[in-house]
């Protein structure tokens, strides 16, 4: 069974760093798409960023573009979102997700997506 695990959330003041990790259990991520994806309290789950199976191709949301990077590994299975500059907005769940293998483009919308990790914590706060 295809499952994602997150990994890496925490408290961190306002301009820290973190990094989030996506890794896959029971299939390989190889020549899957990834998306990260967030959501706070009252706010619909928001598209963060994905990445092409092969790494080349990525997309941000406008809020985190030159702050948030994503990258992966697929000798390790796992795909990372580094998130630098950190800001009190951008608290919220962090969800990695898969979508149905055919699809190898791009996407931000949580539609795409039907594999959802369990989600890690992200809280920007002094």
């Known amino acids: 069974q295809l499952q994602l695990v997150e990994s890496g959330g925490g408290l961190v003041q306002p301009g820290g760093s973190l990094r989030l990790s996506c890794a896959a259990s029971?299939?390989?991520?190889?020549?899957?798409?990834i998306g990260w994806f967030r959501q706070s309290p009252g706010k619909e789950r928001e598209g963060v960023s994905c990445i092409n199976s092969s790494g080349g191709t990525t997309a941000y949301v406008d809020s985190v573009k030159g702050r948030f990077t994503i990258s992966r590994d697929n000798a390790k299975n796992t795909v990372y979102l580094q998130m630098n500059s950190l800001k009190p907005e951008d608290t919220a769940v962090y969800y990695c997700?898969?979508?149905?293998?055919?699809?190898?483009?791009?996407?931000?919308?949580?539609?795409?997506?039907?594999?959802w990790g369990q989600g890690t914590q992200v809280t920007v706060s002094s």
């Open positions: 029971g299939f390989t991520l190889d020549g899957y798409t």
């Open positions: 997700a898969a979508p149905y293998l055919p699809f190898k483009g791009l996407s931000l919308s949580p539609a795409q997506y039907p594999y």
